[in-house]
């Protein structure tokens, strides 16, 4: 079965960084792209970055600078570096794969940022 799990959230104070990592099982890891996604109450579920499978990376307007993505194909694991961290981050961080098919989801884990 499919599962991806993320890992790495938590309470961080502002200026503060955090490194998120979703592990993937199940799907053969190296034709997926890779996203991060977000959603913070009452709001829509947003992309925040995405590489795909040859590496090509975009991000969302208000992390650029900040977030870094990148992958692993032999651990079949993508990370997001969180630096600089400002209360509008606060969000359920989720991991998405896909290729050209809907995609797969993770859980979510929790990343508030907060004084």
């Known amino acids: 079965q499919v599962q991806l799990v993320e890992s790495g959230g938590g309470l961080v104070q502002p200026g503060g960084s955090l490194r998120l990592s979703c592990a993937t099982s199940g799907i053969f890891f190296s034709i997926y792209t890779m996203g991060w996604y977000r959603q913070a109450p009452g709001k829509q579920r947003e992309l925040v970055a995405h590489i795909t499978s040859s590496g090509s990376t975009n991000y969302a307007d208000s992390v650029k600078g900040r977030f870094t993505i990148s992958r692993d194909n032999a651990k079949n694991t993508v990370d997001l570096q969180m630096n600089s961290l400002k209360p509008e981050d606060t969000a359920v961080y989720y991991c998405?794969?896909?290729?050209?098919?809907?995609?797969?989801w993770g859980q979510g884990t929790q990343v508030t940022v907060s004084s």
């Open positions: 998405n794969a896909k290729t050209m098919m809907p995609g797969y």
